[in-house]
């Protein structure tokens, strides 16, 4: 059974600062991994999706990457703005109808 | 393109009762999965329909059923709720049946049993 585990849970940083989010998984037979970003009491938004063969995904100021052999995922974030504020969540698939597995995610805070 | 809808946004019952959400798919998207997501937690899988068939389950007991439509529309029931059926209610849509393609999420629904 997958189990995700994000490191830290709460984070708080000024503005313009680089940051790093961490996700581990127990189950190395991953399909793919995404990161999601949750406002308060909303849904989720897709971030960035790693399938299994691929290293690492981009999208503007935001880069995934992926290790199946350490059972590791990061999100790095560069130069950060307020509007980055929100939970940030990591979740696997196992590539079946079983869903995602997600952790309990990174509470994000970027001070003005 | 209109995204994931659901609906109600807030919904107060109590123990015992039977419930009923509502989630409107992304047009195209044939796959629709339920997550229930408690305060403070990460999502936790229900189930997963692909046309019209329930084709996956997490670790929820059989009180917790749906049903998705030709038109790819999906609801959740829950029966004899419990206080700890307390949560945000996530849908999520995606093409085909490939776990390949990201999914889309609706905005929630929020339950509160009391």
């Known amino acids: 059974k997958q189990e995700v585990t994000q490191i830290p849970a709460a984070l708080s940083v000024p503005e313009g600062e680089n940051l790093v989010l961490n996700c581990s998984f127990t189950d190395s037979a991953i399909y793919n991994l995404q990161w999601f970003r949750q406002d308060p009491g909303k849904g989720l938004t897709s971030l960035l999706l790693i399938q299994s063969s691929q290293r690492e995904q981009t999208s503007g100021r935001l880069n995934a990457s992926l290790d199946k052999s350490s059972g590791r995922s990061t999100l790095y974030i560069a130069a950060s703005q307020p509007g980055d504020s929100a939970t940030y969540l990591c979740a696997g698939s196992g590539g079946g109808a079983d869903g995602l597995t997600f952790g309990k995610g990174t509470h994000l805070i970027i001070q003005p | 393109e209109t995204g994931v809808t659901q609906s109600p946004t807030h919904l107060i019952k109590t123990r015992g009762q039977q419930v009923t959400l509502r989630c409107s798919s992304q047009s195209g998207h044939n796959t629709v999965s339920w997550y229930q997501q408690a305060l403070g937690q990460g999502p936790q899988f229900i189930f997963q329909y692909y046309r019209e068939e329930e084709n996956g389950r997490g670790n929820f007991p059989p009180r917790f059923s749906g049903l998705q439509f030709p038109n790819y529309s999906s609801e959740l029931n829950v029966n004899a709720l419990e206080l700890d059926d307390s949560a945000l209610y996530l849908c999520?849509?995606?093409?085909?049946?490939?776990?390949?393609?990201?999914?889309?999420f609706g905005p929630g629904t929020r339950l509160l049993v009391l």
């Open positions: 999520a849509s995606r093409p085909s049946g490939r776990a390949f393609v990201t999914q889309y």
